[in-house]
Each structure stands twice: as structure tokens, then as C-alpha cells.
């Protein structure tokens, strides 16, 4: 059975930097399409970054092109998620997200492509 843990949620002011960690038991990450998605109070989960099954691509949202960064590393089960240049905006938590992939260069963008969830973590950024 998979289960996802998120570490790494907390404070930081904005333009400052913040990592998230993701730590995947159960099976072997390499057969999965890991992601991160966050949610604000009132709004829908949105999606924030993906990294393939066995981490050579990935993709982000807009919001986050050029400041985040998903990293994946196999040998550990593990999916970070470096945060950069962090606005207000990016105050929400965040969730670690999992799919078995299908073919190895998947990327899947949508919540309900994804079966496994950790419990999430908060980040606050202050102005």
C-alpha cells in the first residue's frame, strides 16, 4: 500500500526560499508520476509541479515556472519540491501527490489522475 509524507511546511517572508520533501513507502517510486499540488481555503487543489517516473522530465504551472523546482530521486523514494523568489501568493498547502505511470514519459496534470495524497503541509509566506 503507498503512503506519501510531506515534511518541510512552515514560515518564510517573501522573496525567500522554502523546500518541501515527499517520501514515498510502500512501493518503488519508479513506477510513478509524482507531483505537487497545493490549496488554499475556499478554493480548489491546483497543480504546482510533476516530475516523471524515473525524474528525467517535469513540468510546472505557471506560477511556478522559473521559481520552483521538483526534483525526484529514486534511490531514495523521494520528491522535493525547492521553492524560490516565494510570494504570498504561494501561502497554501501543499500536497505530495502519486499515479502509477503508464508509459515512462508521463506527466499527469489533473487532481483526479492521482490516486495517492500525503496529508499536506502549510507554507505561509509573509510580506
Known amino acids: 500500500q503507498v503512503h506519501l509524507e510531506e515534511s518541510g511546511g512552515g514560515s518564510v517572508e517573501a522573496g525567500g526560499s522554502r523546500s518541501l520533501s515527499c517520501t514515498l513507502s510502500?512501493?518503488?517510486?519508479?513506477?510513478?508520476?509524482m507531483a505537487w499540488f497545493r490549496q488554499v481555503p475556499g478554493k480548489e487543489r491546483e497543480f504546482v509541479a510533476v516530475?516523471?517516473?524515473?525524474?528525467?522530465?517535469?513540468d510546472y504551472a505557471g506560477s511556478a515556472k522559473g521559481r520552483f523546482t521538483i526534483v525526484k530521486e529514486t534511490d531514495r523514494n523521494t520528491v522535493s519540491l525547492h521553492m524560490s523568489a516565494m510570494k504570498p501568493e504561494d501561502t497554501a498547502v501543499y500536497y505530495c501527490?502519486?499515479?502509477?505511470?503508464?508509459?515512462?514519459?508521463?506527466?499527469?496534470?489533473?487532481?483526479?489522475?492521482?490516486?495517492?495524497w500525503g496529508q499536506g503541509t502549510q507554507v505561509l509566506v509573509s510580506s
Open positions: 501527490a502519486a499515479a502509477l505511470a503508464y508509459e515512462s514519459a508521463d506527466l499527469y496534470y489533473t487532481k483526479q489522475q492521482y490516486n495517492h
Open positions: 510502500g512501493q518503488t517510486s519508479n513506477n510513478y508520476v
Open positions: 516530475v516523471n517516473r524515473n525524474g528525467a522530465r517535469t
